[in-house]
């Protein structure tokens, strides 16, 4: 017996407890696509110059105030925390932090983290791109990469990978993933090292937690940058802890 299906992809965030664009059955569907912007909420893609655009990749902005919208984070003191996590960008606008690009019909696609954006020698690649070309190479499960930009000196890549059991990462092993990045993006893109690790850091709703691992690396107190209550598997940091104090004690 035949049956219809419909599938529908949706982009929403935790803090503002609401999705941003999804689907809608009256709509129809295009592959690699969202349907609409979603019920109550004023999403748009926004330049740099903070102008809306359509069919060109901007940030994903919501220039209303929505049902859900928090009003607070707890334990923030003068809303330092939250206006710098959403408003920083845009004053009085909510910056979410994704890539997106509305069609002039419409409809969404979502290209990954735009404050986790690999910025190498000039040139900006959202993460997403590094993460398929590496998760392509049959012994690599998962993986996490983050750009250090030190000022005074050079910029550090380091990419972390999670390998399936019995796997040994060795110099071959290495420079075949750093072969597929190069081939599947750009030599840019290759980092600077590779290591093995048993676990990513995730949120609770399976985020990788790129910029938290990132300012980490970058000296910032562990406390001030990740609360273990909201990680799926908090025990992963210790690798990331031990490894800050080496980079910033060689720094």
Not at 107 to 130: K, L
Not at 133 to 157: F, H, I, K, Q, W
Not at 194 to 215: C, H, N, Q, S, W
Request: charged share 25%.
């Amino acid at each position: 017996m035949k049956r219809d299906v419909w599938v529908a992809a949706i982009s929403g965030g935790t803090d503002p407890a609401t999705g941003f664009v999804g689907g809608c059955p009256l709509l129809p569907v295009t592959a690699g696509e969202m349907q609409c912007r979603l019920l109550g909420i004023s999403v748009h893609a926004f330049n740099d110059a903070g102008q809306p655009v359509t069919d060109e990749v901007g940030e994903l902005v919501v220039t209303e105030p929505f049902p859900t919208m928090p009003l607070h984070f707890w334990n923030d003191p003068g809303d330092t925390r939250y206006q710098e996590s959403y408003f920083e960008m845009f004053p009085g606008t909510w910056r979410h932090g994704d890539w997106i690009r509305f069609t002039p019909a419409g409809r969404s696609v979502i290209f990954g983290r735009s404050d986790t954006t690999i910025n190498r020698f000039g040139i900006r690649m959202g993460t997403s791109e590094i993460y398929r070309a590496v998760e392509d190479v049959p012994e690599v499960l998962d993986s996490l990469v983050v750009d250090l930009e030190y000022l005074g000196r050079t910029s550090y890549m380091p990419l972390f990978v999670v390998l399936r059991p019995g796997v040994m990462l060795d110099d071959a092993l290495a420079a075949r993933i750093k072969e597929s990045i190069r081939r599947r993006t750009s030599a840019r893109y290759v980092p600077d090292a590779v290591f093995a690790i048993d676990d990513i850091p995730r949120t609770l709703t399976g985020k990788k937690m790129e910029l938290p691992v990132r300012k980490l690396l970058l000296g910032h107190p562990l406390e001030k940058i990740a609360s273990r209550d909201a990680m799926a598997n908090p025990d992963s940091l210790s690798f990331f802890v031990q490894l800050a104090r080496k980079l910033n004690r060689c720094g």
